[in-house]
């Protein structure tokens, strides 16, 4: 299995790589889960700031979570 991404960089499954992962919300409402590959000399996570929509849609999937297990 191969995965391509931007400038043509070409991973295998076996390579260690380091994602991005983040709730989008889309059309109609609805939040989708997406994922981006960062570069090999992108600084940790830690060190980029979360946005409003991030915080938001953190804080919307607390509630989901939360209302599931009262109902269960």
Do not use: C, I, P
Request: charged share 40%; no cysteine; net charge positive.
């Amino acid at each position: 299995l191969t995965l391509v991404q931007r400038d043509n960089r070409t991973l295998q499954v076996f390579d260690r790589v380091r994602v991005k992962v983040y709730v989008a919300r889309t059309v109609g409402n609805r939040q989708e889960l997406k994922m981006d590959l960062l570069d090999a000399d992108d600084e940790d996570e830690g060190d980029v700031k979360v946005d409003k929509q991030q915080q938001e849609a953190e804080a919307t999937l607390r509630a989901v979570r939360k209302k599931r297990k009262v109902a269960a």
